[in-house]
């Protein structure tokens, strides 16, 4: 089972810079155990978007996140896609999970919840987070998703 040790901390390098799509909440630096007995050291973000105030997590080792910059430019993205994800038609709700992978790890996910094109029914689907690098959604592949359950959703109704 996965395990980490939490202290919470101030915010440190990633509390600065200019931040215009997010809020910055707080940050945990963690201990990450890995495979092997090896550690690493992280910092888990917590974020808020603006203007919608979706919260949402992002881990960062600490070398990054003692580079503001860095830390503004990725909350920044990550924040501009989750505002775009809760525009899609369907979309009612975005709440940011952690689940437990095959490795024993936490990956940040979100639970998007859809309703139908008539509003009278909703379903729940769990998404990877937005982003470009490996395993992460992009925009079309999260409206595809949500255009999917929405027309099971219309079928369903249709039935």
């Known amino acids: 089972m996965a395990q980490e040790q939490d202290t919470v901390v101030q915010a440190g390098g ?8 997010y809020t910055f ?25 603006v203007p919608s105030g979706i919260y949402f997590f992002h881990n960062f080792r600490v070398a990054v996140y003692e580079k503001p910059t860095q830390v503004v430019d990725i909350l920044n993205g990550l924040a501009e896609s989750i505002e775009t994800w809760n525009a899609v038609p369907g979309v009612v709700g975005l709440s940011a ?43 079309a592949e999260f409206t595809s998703a949500v255009a999917q359950a929405r027309a099971q959703l219309d079928a369903v109704e249709n039935a």
Do not use: C, H, K, W
């Not at 990633?14 to 799509?21: I, L, P, Q, V, Y």
């Not at 909440?25 to 978007?49: D, K």
């Not at 979100?110 to 009278?120: E, I, K």
């Open 14 to 21: 990633g509390g600065s810079g200019t931040a215009s799509s």
């Open 25 to 49: 909440v707080a940050a945990q630096l963690r201990t990450r155990y890995l495979p092997g007995g090896n550690t690493e050291q992280v910092y888990q973000v917590t974020a808020q978007t």
């Open 97 to 139: 999970v952690q689940v437990i992978d095959s490795q024993d790890q936490f990956v940040n996910m979100f639970d998007v919840t859809v309703d139908s094109t008539s509003g009278n029914s909703s379903s729940v689907i769990r998404v990877q987070y937005p982003g470009s690098y490996a395993g992460q959604l992009s925009v």
